[in-house]
C-alpha cells in the first residue's frame, strides 16, 4: 500500500506524452538500423569507412536504451514507489546507454558529412553528455542525491535532444528554403547543412535551458498563502561576557 503523499502519475501529466513523443520517435528512427543493411542507413556511411557504420548502429542502439531507461529515471512515481528499479534502470541508463552512445557519438560527429559546424555541435553535445552523466554517477555514489537529480536532469535532457532538434531541423528547412535564391545563392545543399547546424545547436541547448529553468524553479522555497508577513522580533542578548568572546 502506498503513501498517500507519493507521487502519481496523473500529478505529472508531462510523462505520458514523453514516454509517447519517445516511443513514436524510437519506432520511426531505429528499424532501418536493425537490418544491418548499410544502404537502410539515414546517415551516408564516409566513403572508405568501415567503421563508421558499424559504430552508427551501435550509436543508434545505445541510445534508445538511454531514452527508455531515461524516462523511466524521471518518473517521479516510479522512482518513489519502485526504488530498486530507479536503481537498476539507472544503471543502465548510464553503463548501457548515455556513456557508450556518449563515446560511440564523438566518432559519428567528427565523421559528420554536414559541414563544420554541426561537427562542432555534435563534439560539444556529446562530450557534455558524458560529462553531466559522469557527475551524476558520481553524485549519487557520493549520497548526494539532490544534487544527483539535478545532474542526471540535464543528462536526460540531452538524451532527449534528438528529438527537438529533428523537429527544429524541419522547421528550419520550411523556413529557409524560399532563401535558396537569395541568401544561399541558389545552393539547396548549403541550405539543407544551415537547417541541420540549426536543429545541432538548438535541440541541446534548448533543453538544457528548461531543465535548469525547471531546476531553478524547484529550489524556490514556496510561501503559504495567507500566511502573515512577520519581521524578525530583537535578538536576545546575551551575557556580556560571551559576547566579548
Known amino acids: 500500500m502506498t503513501s498517500s503523499n507519493a507521487p502519481r ?10 514516454m509517447l513523443v519517445a516511443g513514436a520517435f524510437l519506432a520511426f528512427a531505429v528499424p532501418p538500423y536493425l537490418t544491418f543493411d548499410p544502404a537502410e542507413s539515414r546517415l551516408e556511411p564516409p ?43 539507472g544503471r543502465i541508463y548510464v553503463f548501457a546507454g548515455a556513456l557508450p552512445a556518449g563515446l560511440v557519438g564523438l566518432y559519428i560527429g567528427w565523421h559528420t558529412a554536414a559541414g563544420p559546424s554541426v561537427r562542432v555541435a555534435n563534439l560539444v553535445g556529446s562530450v557534455l553528455w558524458i560529462a553531466v552523466t559522469v557527475i551524476g554517477l558520481r553524485m549519487a555514489r557520493q549520497r548526494r542525491f539532490a544534487d544527483h537529480r539535478r545532474w542526471m536532469s540535464r543528462s536526460f535532457a540531452l538524451s532527449m535532444s ?84
Open 9 to 18: 502519475w496523473w500529478r505529472r501529466p508531462w510523462i505520458v506524452p514523453l
Open 47 to 89: 566513403p572508405g569507412n568501415d567503421f563508421y557504420y558499424p559504430l552508427l548502429v551501435a550509436h543508434v542502439l545505445f541510445g534508445t536504451v538511454a531514452m527508455v531507461t531515461a524516462c523511466f529515471q524521471v518518473w517521479p512515481a516510479f522512482r518513489a514507489k519502485y526504488r530498486r528499479g530507479h536503481r537498476i534502470t
Open 162 to 245: 534528438i528529438v527537438l532538434s529533428r523537429v527544429i531541423n524541419i522547421v528550419a528547412t520550411i523556413v529557409l528554403t524560399p532563401q535558396i535564391d537569395t541568401t544561399f545563392g541558389g545552393s539547396e545543399a548549403l541550405m539543407k547543412y544551415s537547417a541541420v547546424s540549426i536543429g545541432a545547436w538548438g535541440g541541446p541547448l534548448l533543453l538544457l535551458v528548461l531543465a535548469d529553468f525547471v531546476l531553478e524553479r524547484r529550489k524556490a522555497p514556496k510561501k503559504p498563502s495567507g500566511e502573515p508577513v512577520t519581521s524578525p522580533g530583537p535578538r536576545r542578548q546575551g551575557h556580556p561576557a560571551a559576547a566579548s568572546r
